[in-house]
């Protein structure tokens, strides 16, 4: 009987087995990235390269902030990994050992590229001045401006130079050597005569006030006592703090009608007795035309005892009250060509610097009767009426005018 098993015979194909189709699966939806669309959003309307530009900066600022942090950390270590020793006790790290041995210089071509940095506060010594400067008088200089330019008061500069200005501001000229103190007071010749102690008492100070002021260079030792100094006759002295009388320049006080012959050592220009004659109202009017100042005002301080009214060569100069002329005539003394009038009544006026003079002495005046000319004679800086007025002492002129 045949085997129908064939081992060699081909396996029996099975016959596919069919499935019910199954509907096609629908395709996953691919996920979406906001951010992306929303940049392909923006360069679609052409803000791409303003985007790219803001997000450059954003990172150069990031990028700088943190530089920025890294520094400052590695600054706040430094100290205490360069200024500490660890094998250094507190102690000697808060007070170090400090080699005062100086430094030993160093060679031209090493200095020559180093630059030294600037203080912002310079210490400058300032001490007041002890010598004696001097100064050359400008056109347009006054007694009170000088005083001014060197911090002094105005006397001082008369005071320091009394044989120059002979303690009158009209003196002062252009081109004149003047002394210039170094502080307020009295520069003058001791020679001798007296004890040093009661010279310094002229001047309101003491023997010790001016021999220790450091400008005079004296050696107390060599000096001695101070009241009976041992100084050389002719020597010049600062006096500091010094006060002198001024002199009296120009026209003495009390020329009256009675007494003219008080005036007789001021020039030709002094008269004889007078008796009877024009009196005075008490009231005064301008003596010239110009109410108002053209060169020194009425100052005790520079010995300018008058007022110097403005007014052109030649222009009117009147009286100021009726009265008798007491001096008419040229003045030795700087006032020029000159009148006095006594008003009779205890006052006088006096007119300097005139050009012209129109009345002589004796003769009876009306309150603003024409008595000269605006001049520039004797001392003066140009043309001008220097205007006085006397009560037994010279007054301030303003005191008595009416207003300009």
């Known amino acids: 009987m045949q085997n129908d098993f064939n081992e060699d015979a081909p396996a029996p194909i099975e016959p596919d087995i ?24 923006l360069v679609q309307m052409g803000l791409g390269e303003s985007l790219l530009r803001a ?14 942090l ?3 950390a590695f600054y706040h270590q430094s100290p205490d990994r360069f200024s500490t020793n660890s094998g250094q006790s507190p102690e000697a790290a808060i007070n170090p050992n400090i080699n005062a ?28 001045r002890q010598e004696i400067v001097r100064y050359i008088v400008q056109d347009g200089d006054t007694v009170f401006g ?16 009394f044989n120059l200005l002979l303690d009158d501001p009209h003196s002062l000229k252009p081109g004149q050597d003047l002394a210039i103190l170094p502080v307020n007071g ?18 309101n100070v003491t023997a010790a006030d001016i021999i220790e002021f450091p400008g005079n260079r004296l050696d107390p030792n060599a000096v001695g006592d101070y009241e009976n100094a041992n100084i050389k006759p002719g020597t010049w002295l600062v006096i500091p703090g010094g006060k002198k009388e001024f002199s009296s320049w120009g026209a003495p006080l009390g020329v009256t009608r009675e007494n003219p012959a008080s005036a007789r050592v001021l020039g030709d220009g002094a008269c004889d007795p007078v008796s009877g004659g024009a009196i005075g109202y008490g009231s005064y009017v301008y003596p010239t035309n110009k109410h108002y100042l053209s060169g020194f005002d009425y100052s005790e301080k520079t010995n300018h005892r008058g007022i110097d009214l403005a007014g052109a060569e030649g222009e009117g100069v009147y009286a100021t009250d009726a009265g008798v002329i007491v001096y008419s005539g040229w003045n030795n003394y700087g006032y020029g060509n000159m009148i ?9 006026s006096l007119y300097a610097h005139l050009s012209a003079i129109n009345r002589g002495c004796g003769q009876s005046v009306g309150q603003g009767e024409t008595i000269g000319a605006v001049g ?9 009426l220097h205007f006085e007025l006397m009560a037994g002492v010279k007054v301030n002129p303003w005191d008595y005018l009416p207003p300009p």
């Open 18 to 41: 069919v499935t019910p189709e199954q509907p096609p699966r629908a395709p996953r939806p691919k996920q979406r990235n906001t951010f992306l669309h929303w940049l392909r959003s």
């Open 55 to 68: 997000g450059t900066n954003l990172l150069s600022l990031i990028t700088l902030v943190i530089v920025v």
């Open 70 to 72: 890294l520094i400052q």
């Open 101 to 128: 041995n100086p430094m030993p210089a160093l060679n031209d071509e090493l200095t020559s590229g180093i630059a030294r940095s600037a203080r912002l506060h310079t210490n400058i010594p300032s001490r007041p």
């Open 146 to 161: 000088i005083a001014e330019k060197f911090g002094l008061e105005p006397q001082t500069i008369l005071w320091g130079n």
């Open 186 to 203: 009295v520069y003058w010749e001791w020679l001798g005569g007296i004890p040093f102690g009661e010279w310094a008492k002229f001047y």
């Open 340 to 348: 006095m009038v006594d008003h009779g009544n205890g006052f006088q």
């Open 376 to 384: 520039s004679t004797g001392r003066s800086s140009g043309p001008h």
